[in-house]
């Protein structure tokens, strides 16, 4: 069945560094949604992507999806302490089901 | 406010001892979904319903039952819980149209002993 990847699975940055976080699905996806979860809270909606190539921006988030849709990435430029948590990236299974990944944790340090 | 609640929040309980979490969203949303969260194996999910009486296996079902008798209820039993079973649940919904965001509950965190 589908799998979706995502690396690194933790990131421990200096606040004002970037930081980056890849999904990869061994298949094409028809659109794929990304989510964060703070410390101690439940995952938040964050953006859907659904053409091959788009390129999203939210403030300091930047959000991709690859030409072949089997690829995404979350970029966040000069992070700051209220990023800290972890981002999943989800595909769609069968119906309305999302197959998530394992999520990459991040740590900012002030 | 559009929200899902769950109920409890929090649960210490002993194997074997029947114990349902009750999952309400009131957004009038079609789908819905049970998953728990266990550290290193992110978000699986165990069961999930598009509507009334509509309810299938998502990755993890064993031990677990889930019921849809109304839209906005979607209750998680656990016959007979066992301490793998002990993990953080959250229950999520969805509407069948536009982008399909998922929109969580707070979470239940069990313990089973």
């Known amino acids: 069945g589908q799998q979706v990847m995502q690396i690194p699975q933790y990131q421990h940055v200096q606040e004002g560094e970037d930081f980056t976080t890849y999904c990869n699905s061994s298949?094409?996806?028809?659109?794929i949604q990304w989510y964060k979860q703070r410390p101690g809270g439940h995952p938040v909606f964050l953006i859907q992507l659904v053409k091959s190539g788009e390129v999203k921006k939210q403030k300091r988030l930047t959000f991709q999806f690859g030409e072949a849709k089997k690829n995404s990435s979350l970029h966040i430029t000069a992070t700051q302490t209220t990023d800290v948590g972890t981002y999943f990236c989800a595909g769609p299974n069968s119906g309305y089901a999302l197959n998530f990944g394992k999520g990459t944790s991040l740590l900012v340090t002030p | 406010e559009a929200q899902v609640t769950q109920n409890p929040r929090y649960l210490i309980t002993v194997t074997g001892k029947k114990l349902t979490v009750t999952c309400s969203q009131n957004?009038?949303?079609?789908?819905m979904s049970w998953y728990r969260q266990d550290p290193g194996l992110g978000l699986r999910q165990i069961y999930y319903?598009?509507?009334?009486?509509?309810?299938d296996k998502g990755d993890v079902p064993e031990g677990y039952k889930v019921s849809r008798k109304e839209k906005r209820n979607f209750p998680l039993i656990l016959e007979s819980p066992s301490p793998n079973q002990t993990s953080l649940y959250f229950c999520a919904s969805s509407g069948t149209s536009g982008s399909h965001e998922q929109f969580f509950g707070p979470g239940t965190r069990l313990t089973v002993l």
């Open positions: 957004m009038n949303h079609e789908y």
């Open positions: 319903s598009m509507n009334v009486e509509v309810t």
């Open positions: 298949t094409t996806l028809s659109n």
